[in-house]
């Protein structure tokens, strides 16, 4: 468990260390776009 705090931790200052060289504001994917343009079922389904 130890090892796995570790990389989590390592991970997230990697992270940290390099947010400053990401664009803010990135490109939607095709696929969340044509998604959103569907239509909303007119009925619901049951929780899977």
Do not use: C, T
Not at 33 to 38: E, H, V, Y
């Amino acid at each position: 468990m130890r090892v796995l705090d570790h990389q989590m931790i390592d991970y997230f200052f990697d992270y940290l260390n390099g947010i400053y060289n990401q664009p803010i504001l990135k490109p939607i994917p095709e696929k969340v776009k044509d998604f959103f343009d569907s239509s909303i079922p007119e009925k619901g389904r049951a929780p899977e």
